[in-house]
């Protein structure tokens, strides 16, 4: 071939085929996820250029204002009519902005503002050499018990990445419920997942136990990771595309234009259901369904409590949105073929927390199997396949949030010499020691049981209601058998609590901050606020049932 021939070749390669369309970006209609996302910046340079004495209410002042922000965001949006008329794809098609999407993202950032208000609690222990502590490792790098990380105790050092870290995972939270393609769902999950991971290995007390319940949640994780990009791949494979839109048209058998290269694979189901498989596994592995719920106690217990609590509501929130969105805008036209499948996998979640609940002697992995048995009723409501099943699952999800938080930020004011004072034996007579702690918590047990008058009774009665009407009436009756079996453990610490005699050498309710106390009041205030007078945010939430297609 001669060199005249080669550079033919190159020029008639190198001709303009048209140009390359730049892509658009809504910035207004993202904005609450790039506030988030801005600020974590920021606080990443605040770590390098803010001297070490003023870090910590820098972080805090900027993290707050910044959820505000976004908040605020999202509040603009919705009245915009973003949620409703004017509900679009935004960003290329990466990204759905409609009611589903911004009320997730609005109960996220409120819940992440009350959360956030237990990371930044520094009363609860001691003070150390003169300095206050918070939950967090002193110098997260230092290895534990060494003199590195004694230095940095008596030095006064403190953990101040927490909050660039918390809000690096609420960005990706704000995106996964909203993701329109796979690929925007995945790079969400390892943006909200990896900041998690490290979260959980920097509890002040007790590392070795948080350490150890990091690596077993990042091992875990990185299989449902693993899990959920095969199944990306494999969904490609069948439709020639990522966009939801595009997928759901190839399901039903819409779509119009084949692509000659892909002619081969196209339409082939078993593509289709093996990778739909293998995308649900890596979201029910999120939500903390049965069989995909082993890391939930480890981590629970090991994480520090803020982690927990913050982690426990948010990332359930944001994984079940993503689900919703994936059931029932790429897969309506698979129902008959998911929906068995989700309902043994919600009968089996619903159930076996229930029961293993009953065994627990430690109340954070009590709570851990609890948040596992409320996965499963909020199961129930997203197989029920109805606009009341979206409504009700969105209800559900903000109710079951504040009260987690809540929860969790209780369990941090039981101390001892210790720490916290999580086995189930310390709390006994905790009622005739602190009145006001113990009744705080036994209402927000009450919640979880779902008893008339708070937001547990709202939130599964709408649930179960939605799945009643979408024809899983089955359903309902294991859900009610489980919420009994459910009631006997929460009850069963509210007697310990209040009918137990307190022991001697039982543990001290430490007075917390306002900044705790805003978190606790917030909790009581919505449990009960839902429970009386629901309607109003059941209306809200069946407004914003309705995805964009």
């Given at each position: 071939?001669?060199?005249?021939?080669?550079?033919s070749l190159?020029?008639?390669?190198?001709e303009?085929?048209?140009?390359?369309?730049?892509?658009?970006?809504?910035?207004a209609?993202l904005?609450?996820a790039?506030?988030?996302v801005?600020?974590a910046?920021?606080?990443?340079?605040?770590?390098a250029?803010?001297?070490?004495?003023a870090?910590?209410?820098?972080?805090v002042?900027l993290?707050?204002v910044a959820?505000l922000?976004a908040?605020?965001?999202?509040v603009a949006l919705?009245?915009?009519?973003?949620?409703?008329?004017?509900?679009?794809?935004?960003?290329?098609?990466a990204?759905?902005?409609?009611g589903?999407?911004?009320?997730?993202?609005?109960t996220i950032?409120?819940?992440?503002?009350?959360?956030v208000?237990?990371?930044?609690?520094?009363?609860?222990?001691?003070?150390?050499?003169?300095n206050?502590?918070?939950s967090?490792?002193?110098q997260?790098?230092?290895?534990?018990?060494?003199?590195s990380?004694?230095a940095?105790?008596?030095?006064g050092?403190?953990?101040?990445?927490?909050f660039?870290l918390?809000?690096?995972?609420i960005t990706g939270?704000?995106v996964?419920?909203?993701?329109?393609?796979?690929?925007?769902?995945?790079?969400a999950?390892?943006?909200f997942?990896?900041?998690?991971?490290l979260?959980?290995?920097?509890?002040r007390?007790?590392?070795?136990?948080?350490?150890?319940?990091a690596v077993?949640?990042?091992l875990?994780?990185?299989?449902s990771?693993?899990?959920?990009?095969?199944?990306?791949?494999?969904?490609?494979?069948?439709?020639?595309?990522v966009?939801?839109?595009?997928?759901?048209e190839?399901?039903?058998?819409?779509?119009?234009i084949?692509?000659?290269?892909?002619a081969?694979?196209m339409?082939?189901?078993?593509?289709?259901?093996?990778g739909g498989?293998?995308?649900?596994?890596?979201?029910?592995?999120?939500?903390g369904?049965?069989?995909?719920?082993?890391w939930?106690?480890?981590?629970y217990?090991?994480a520090?409590?803020?982690v927990t609590?913050?982690?426990a509501?948010?990332t359930?929130v944001?994984?079940?949105?993503a689900?919703?969105?994936?059931?029932?805008?790429v897969?309506?036209?698979?129902?008959?073929?998911?929906?068995?499948v989700m309902?043994?996998i919600?009968?089996?979640?619903?159930?076996g927390?229930?029961i293993?609940?009953?065994?627990?002697?430690?109340i954070?992995?009590?709570l851990?199997y609890?948040?596992?048995?409320?996965a499963g009723?909020i199961?129930?409501?997203?197989?029920?396949?109805?606009?009341d099943?979206?409504?009700?699952?969105?209800?559900?999800?903000?109710?079951?949030?504040?009260?987690t938080?809540?929860?969790?930020?209780?369990?941090?004011?039981?101390?001892?010499?210790?720490g916290e004072?999580?086995?189930?034996?310390?709390?006994?007579?905790?009622?005739?020691?602190s009145p006001?702690?113990?009744?705080?918590?036994?209402?927000?047990l009450?919640?979880?049981?779902?008893?008339p008058?708070?937001?547990?009774?709202?939130?599964?009665?709408?649930?179960?209601?939605a799945?009643?009407?979408?024809?899983?009436?089955?359903?309902?009756?294991?859900?009610?058998?489980?919420?009994?079996i459910?009631a006997?453990?929460?009850?069963?610490?509210i007697?310990?609590?209040?009918?137990?005699e307190?022991?001697?050498?039982?543990?001290?309710?430490?007075?917390p901050?306002?900044?705790?106390m805003?978190?606790?009041?917030?909790?009581?205030?919505?449990t009960?606020?839902l429970?009386v007078?629901?309607q109003?945010f059941l209306?809200?939430?069946?407004?914003?049932?309705?995805?964009?297609?």
């Open positions: 071939m001669s060199a005249t021939a080669v550079h190159w020029t008639t390669a190198a303009p085929i048209g140009k390359i369309p730049a892509p658009t970006v809504e910035y209609q904005a609450p790039l506030i988030v801005g600020a910046v920021v606080g990443v340079l605040v770590e250029f803010v001297p070490r004495k870090r910590y209410h820098v972080q002042f993290t707050v959820l922000a908040f605020a965001a999202v919705a009245a915009g009519g973003y949620g409703t008329t004017k509900a679009k794809i935004a960003a290329m098609g990204i759905a902005v409609d589903p999407a911004l009320f997730l993202q609005g950032l409120l819940a992440s503002l009350v959360a208000f237990t990371f930044a609690e520094r009363r609860l222990d001691p003070e150390v050499h003169g206050r502590v918070d967090f490792a002193a997260a790098a230092s290895v534990p018990g060494s003199d990380e004694k940095a105790v008596k030095a050092f403190t953990t101040t990445e927490v660039p918390v809000l690096f995972a939270m704000l996964f419920p909203a993701a329109n393609d796979l690929l925007t769902l995945f790079i999950l390892e943006v997942s990896l900041p998690l991971y979260l959980c290995a920097v509890a007390r007790k590392r070795l136990m948080s350490q150890e319940a077993k949640y990042f875990l994780g990185a299989f990771s693993a899990f959920l990009l095969f199944g990306i791949a494999l969904l490609y494979g069948y439709a020639g595309s966009s939801y839109a595009r997928i759901a190839v399901v039903d058998g819409s779509v119009r084949i692509d000659p290269a892909l081969e694979t339409g082939n189901d078993a593509l289709l259901l093996i498989a293998m995308i649900l596994m890596g979201l029910l592995f999120k939500v369904a049965v069989p995909f719920h082993m939930t106690p480890d981590v217990q090991g520090p409590t803020p609590g913050f982690m509501a948010a359930k944001a994984a079940f949105g689900l919703l969105r994936l059931l029932y805008v897969l309506p036209g698979l129902r008959w073929d998911w929906r068995p309902w043994a919600a009968i089996v979640t619903m159930l927390g229930a293993v609940a009953i065994t627990q002697t430690d954070k992995r009590l851990a609890s948040s596992i048995a409320h009723f199961l129930a409501g997203v197989i029920a396949t109805t606009p099943g979206i409504s009700s699952v969105l209800f559900y999800l903000a109710a079951y949030s504040f009260v938080i809540g929860a969790f930020a209780v369990v941090t004011l039981v101390r001892d010499a210790g004072a999580t086995h189930l034996s310390k709390w006994a007579g905790l009622g005739r020691r006001l702690v113990a009744a705080v918590f036994a209402v927000f009450l919640a979880f049981a779902g008893i008058l708070t937001s547990g009774f709202s939130g599964k009665f709408a649930v179960f209601k799945a009643a009407e979408g024809g899983a009436g089955a359903l309902v009756v294991v859900g009610v058998i489980s919420s009994a459910a006997f453990f929460y009850i069963r610490v007697v310990l609590m209040f009918f137990s307190p022991k001697a050498e039982g543990p001290t309710v430490a007075v901050s306002p900044l705790t805003t978190t606790i009041a917030v909790g009581v205030a919505v009960l606020v429970g007078a629901p109003y209306d809200l939430a069946s407004q914003a049932g309705v995805f964009v297609r």
